[in-house]
């Protein structure tokens, strides 16, 4: 996108003499580096609940962040009004974390390359809310016919177009527009007067609303939430204890967010608190553990174009053969590491700081066969999807929690078990790993990953895996 | 803008809401201010510092309901606003339970209840940086084992809330309060461990002081030092304050009116049955004065009031908005709660487990084998079922006394058994946050570990 045809000088009035104006203050006092977020987000959500729809929003929000990098130390205003006092303001703020004499280069502002990995004409955002509705009412449907055991239905859409615009003091000039949708849906199901069991799905992407028409319909989410919980409804308790257990594919590639991904996110080890801390190019998983971090991904939610301050994303490779490769950086660590910007800095918004996050985080596949995975194991526990997770990254402990899960007995699926939650030590757990399957996936598209109260949207993806030894969280 | 102004705003919102065909409106408006200040290894970290407003509208035409919001509050923001809230009603449902409460409900209570302190906005930043390095260098300086630390941070909010709607309700009022954390990082060989420790109140004088926060949380990630995992067993837990306020959080989502009507919650159809043990009563309260769950009137224009929850055990009500009141053929609590966009859903204010008499010592002295939980980690909660598995590290109770850390360890069980299964409250109920627990000790729960 040209900076004529963004949404910041048509309705703004913002011109480049502004932006270098701006960066001049944020810069009055010193400081080693200043730049600009801009953003113009709109939202909307429509949501079903006993097959009425109940609820429909939409809204727009708007506002400028201003940062100033001085050694180790940020300075951080917002405002949320573009006048330009208001951004001079912001400016003059942030400036303060600087104590020395004003920088008087001028700053000269050219367009910065990114990919076009979302080439939407039209957002969802910009549809007619007609056809949007007919997505939940269509689940909903769908749900319901699956079976007269599914008694409630609930399904939410929900889209966002985000138009951002980052100036930085280096003279790059950075314009995106970043369409997001999201389709949700439970079900509850129920045995005569038996206790109900709930099952989850949901989808989507930096994609057109087709996709929700040619791709992944509603029906596809319906079906396999209504298919979940009526597995469930026949779950015994979990096991306890020390398990060899197999991870499906796809969404369960949220072992690798929790176990490695935080824990390698370049502010932690930075600051020495994280337990993979100083550990590059040592073994930290089985020799058949490969580990990529990939914002470049066509369409995908973890997908960006540029990352939050301006720096194109790329694939990273954080682990390659079971050996600890990379960690990922944002402006700041690769400024004190003196290396490149991975292109990972995120934030949830202008009115947040940007900080090292992960995009779409998955594994390599192998070369095993999913079934032989499965028959190799005598008795185990086999993980077909999972709600959250969660990592103390200084102890590298992790957690996440299986909502469909079966026993393996005998190399074979049997019984559906209760939910449960896998624990494991980060730098330990994939030392474990001794098969792995050549059935990479990569997930539907609903993770949003949450670090010191910022949410950002992320992808998970793994091929099925067999794990010889991690702690089930079960009762029995 | 004035304060009247706002008020104002959101009244003239409802009107033009009306004007443009709606049978009801509500407008919220929300203002905040936030100042934060970090410092990591003795040094200034961040300093962060801004404000915005928005604002947010929900119309009715008949049983139709639509909403927006906008961070542009100009005459064409707010024509925006109202425009787009209208059209939405277009693809709703007609539902008959949708609607305001009745004009006898609504209303606010009289009186200053402390929830705005002047003079946090006027503090000084060198001050607050101070605040905030002296509570890491208490930390620091406690054991040559605390040799890093992922910084400590002093951070203010003042804020503004304000909502009218069309059965002539104008309401707001303002708050504010300031925190100080700290996070400090033990080592000792191979085993690292942090934790954390804070302190927030609504005026500065009601803060712990900063050598004592620092020192807490010193303690804290010191005794996590060279933790194990135990083997597999069934054993009484006891949660220490920071975590028994997870379970208060877990009988809020089940107590919470919208996961009763839609027959979500492990507590659906219990009213009146004994849910707990009788040592165990849950109230919730929006009255009480300074605290952090404490609101004249609630999300839609209903005086805040106290509810029993759980009274001695015996599930007494759920929490209600007007809408799930509604469904359920009951009145609401006065719980509604809302961000800017969407319908109204349910919060609480204070919600807390009364105390018990016993001293955390005593209850620890009272157990011979068992797992003393001071952080959990995960979302293994399944509201539906109860079925409960979290991630846990702690300390394990030998003889009566808290011998050794424990980690990588998971405590289950299911929420109905562990609720009739709390055999012991403590004595030490305070609020630093909204929901507050005292110490609690459940019968029997399964570790699993090794």
């Not at chain 2, 050794?404 to 030490?428: P, R, W």
Request: charged share 25%; hydrophobic share 40%.
């Amino acid at each position: 996108m040209r900076f004529s045809d963004s949404i910041f000088p048509q309705r703004f009035q913002i011109t480049h003499q502004d932006l270098e104006a701006y960066l001049g203050e944020a810069l009055s006092r010193g400081g080693d580096y200043a730049d600009l977020y801009f953003e113009y987000l709109a939202t909307s959500s429509i949501s079903i609940d006993e097959s009425m729809v109940k609820s429909a929003s939409q809204g727009v929000s708007v506002g400028v962040g201003v940062r100033v990098i001085s050694g180790e130390r940020t300075g951080y205003a917002y405002s949320g009004d573009l006048a330009p006092e208001k951004i001079r303001k912001a400016a003059r703020l942030a400036a303060c974390i600087a104590s020395g004499p004003g920088r008087t280069d001028k700053v000269d502002l050219n367009e910065g390359r990114l990919h076009n990995l979302y080439p939407v004409l039209t957002a969802p955002t910009e549809t007619a809310f007609s056809e949007r509705v007919e997505l939940v009412k269509r689940a909903d449907r769908a749900a319901r016919a699956y079976s007269p055991q599914i008694f409630q239905v609930q399904a939410t859409y929900a889209d966002n177009l985000r138009q951002v615009m980052v100036a930085t003091s280096e003279g790059v000039l950075t314009l995106d527009r970043q369409p997001l949708a999201r389709l949700s849906v439970s079900a509850l199901a129920r045995r005569n007067a038996g206790a109900p069991q709930r099952g989850h799905a949901g989808g989507g992407g930096r994609v057109e609303l087709s996709f929700f028409l040619d791709q992944k319909p509603p029906e596809h989410f319906a079906t396999e939430a209504a298919r979940e919980a009526i597995a469930m409804l026949d779950a015994v308790e979990a096991p306890a204890g020390e398990s060899i257990v197999v991870l499906g594919p796809g969404w369960p590639g949220i072992l690798l967010h929790e176990a490695v991904g935080h824990g390698l996110e370049a502010d932690f080890n930075r600051k020495g608190v994280s337990a993979f801390s100083g550990r590059i190019g040592q073994k930290v998983a089985s020799e058949l553990c490969t580990v990529i971090d990939d914002g470049t991904l066509g369409g995908r939610r973890g997908s960006l174009n540029v990352d939050d301050e301006g720096h194109p994303t790329q694939r990273n490779v954080l682990i390659e053969n079971g050996v600890l490769r990379g960690y990922l950086r944002d402006k700041l660590s690769s400024q004190l590491a003196r290396a490149d910007s991975t292109g990972n800095g995120r934030r949830e918004s202008y009115a947040h700081i940007p900080m090292p996050r992960m995009t779409n985080t998955f594994m390599l596949a192998g070369e095993s066969d999913p079934g032989d995975i499965i028959r190799s194991v005598p008795k185990g526990l086999y993980c077909a999807n999972f709600g959250g997770g969660q990592v103390d990254i200084t102890s590298g402990n992790f957690v996440f929690s299986a909502s469909e899960s079966y026993l393996i007995e005998d190399g074979k699926l049997t019984r559906p078990v209760r939910n449960a939650t896998l624990i494991g030590n980060g730098p330990e757990a994939l030392k474990y790993v001794s098969m792995v399957g050549s059935d990479l996936r990569l997930d539907e598209g609903v993770g949003v990953c949450g670090k010191e109260g910022q949410s950002v949207p992320v992808g998970v993806g793994i091929p099925t895996i067999r794990i010889d030894r991690m702690t089930v969280g079960g009762t029995a | 803008m004035s304060q009247n102004h706002l008020l104002e705003l959101a009244q003239d919102v409802v009107r033009r809401a009306l004007e443009a065909g709606s049978t009801d409106a509500e407008c919220t408006v929300a203002e905040g201010d936030e100042f934060s200040a970090n410092v990591r290894m003795r040094d200034l970290e961040n300093l962060k510092e801004a404000g915005s407003r928005a604002a947010g509208l929900r119309i009715l035409i008949g049983h139709k309901t639509g909403s927006a919001y906008t961070s542009d509050l100009s005459a064409e923001g707010i024509e925006k606003l109202v425009r787009s809230a209208v059209e939405l009603a277009d693809i709703t449902t007609e539902d008959p339970h949708a609607g305001l409460p009745a004009p006898d409900e609504l209303g606010s209570l009289p009186g200053d209840l402390g929830l705005y302190v002047p003079g946090i906005e006027a503090l000084e930043t060198g001050m607050k940086i101070d605040w905030a390095k002296r509570a890491e260098e208490a930390a620091l300086s406690a054991d040559p084992r605390i040799s890093n630390s992922e910084g400590a941070s002093f951070d203010t909010h003042t804020g503004r809330h304000i909502f009218a709607n069309s059965r002539g309700f104008a309401g707001e009022y303002r708050t504010s309060y300031c925190s100080l954390a700290v996070s400090p990082v033990a080592r000792e060989g191979d085993s690292m461990e942090r934790d954390y420790w804070y302190t927030m109140a609504r005026r500065l004088e009601d803060l712990e002081q900063p050598e004592e926060v620092g020192r807490t949380a010193a303690r804290r990630a010191l005794r996590r030092l060279n933790a194990v995992k135990v083997e597999t067993q069934k054993v009484p837990v006891v949660f220490e304050p920071r975590t028994a306020r997870s379970l208060l959080d877990n009988i809020f989502e089940a107590a919470h009116g919208t996961a009763i009507y839609r027959h979500e919650s492990f507590l659906d159809g219990t009213l009146g049955e004994k849910v707990a043990s009788e040592k165990v009563t849950v109230v919730d309260d929006a009255t009480l004065p300074g605290l952090f769950g404490t609101s004249p009137f609630d999300d839609e224009g209903v005086p805040s009031r106290r509810t029993v929850v759980i009274e001695k055990g015996v599930l007494k009500s759920y929490l209600l908005n007007t809408y799930a009141a509604r469904k359920l053929g009951m009145k609401t609590t006065g719980n509604a709660s809302r961000g800017l966009a969407g319908n109204a859903g349910i919060g609480h204010g204070n919600f807390f487990l009364e105390q018990g008499v016993q001293t955390p010592e005593q209850i620890v002295a009272s157990i011979s084998n068992g797992f003393y939980v001071t952080e959990l980690l995960g979302f293994g909660v399944n509201i539906v079922t109860g079925d409960y598995s979290r991630g846990a590290a702690g300390l394990w109770i030998r003889n009566g006394e808290l011998a050794f850390a424990v980690s990588e360890v998971t405590i289950a069980g299911n929420l109905k058994d562990m609720l009739l299964g709390i055999e012991t409250v403590g004595a030490d109920l305070a609020f630093r946050g909204s929901v507050a627990a005292p110490t609690l000790k459940i019968g029997e729960m399964t570790v699993a570990g090794r």
